[in-house]
């Protein structure tokens, strides 16, 4: 099968690879489509997995095989997405909603990724982690349950407070998916980007206000502020905006990996709340396929590419260079 693997030294390449073998208690899955994420080019970019992996958890495919007892829930040809990482949903971090800490969370994936033109679900995953859709959604769209998941789980942290006022710094896909979950929340949101295109953007999704960083200092102090881009600039301005007792959503690390200076004492005199939120699990991502099939969300000209699965490459260099929001890869 073709699959997209990570290079020695960063960067990606497209081979033949042999097809996995699912077991009789496994399901397999023919990918249909990959969404690239800003943690897939973290990935690639700092060379934090080993050369030869499949990269890829934003999935759409169509069930090939399921195991014997899952035959009547999943059928071949039922389209679905899929979540990459399972909690177990018993132990002390599951009970306090704190999935991604999971043991069985952390240890446990698809294989070998969605960069592949197959995929395998383990037993660990069956059957939450597996999300039919209706074929009222298009592969585009549906590819957006895990990233929509991930704001829902989010603003669960974060708790927004309708009529709050919320800065969303970053108006690439994940921050436009924040700001139609915080509208709808009934969250005046101002949106802060570099580049016009995507504040423009920012104002269709339902921004109150959008402008540039340099000017975002000056638009009085907000609630909560949303980081979906992590670097000093970004921190200092979130330091400078949100208010006492407010609280600071941290949604990305550091894109280079860098150790970032915390205002600590400013944090604990004002008692903002820093917030990281990370992943998603089944229960989010089936809401998010919910708000998808009853048109609840307007995410038209989120996904703005769509390659073939050869040119992810070129995807890559779309991202970095920030032209366009989320790039998809076809098989």
Known sequence: MRAALTKPGG?????????PRATPHELLIRTVCAGLCGSDLYKIRNSTVAPGTVLGHEIVGIVERAPEGLWDRFPPGTRVTVCNHVPCGNCPSCLRGRISSCSNFRSTSVRPGGFAEQI????????????????????????????IGCCLRALERWKPQPRSRVMVIGLGPMGLLMVLLLVRAQVEVLGVDLLEERRRMGKQKGCAQTCAPSRAANQGRFQGVVLTACNLPALELAFQVVEPGGWLGLFAGPSRGEPLEVKLQELYKEEVDLLPSYSTGPQHMREAISLLETRTLEVDGVVSHELPIEEIEKAVELAESRRGLKTILRF
């Open 11 to 19: 960067g990606l390449e497209v081979l033949d690879i042999p097809a």
């Open 120 to 147: 395998v679900v383990p037993e660990s995953h069956l059957p939450e982690g597996v999300i039919p859709f209706s074929d009222n959604l298009k592969d585009s769209e549906a590819l957006l349950a895990e990233p």
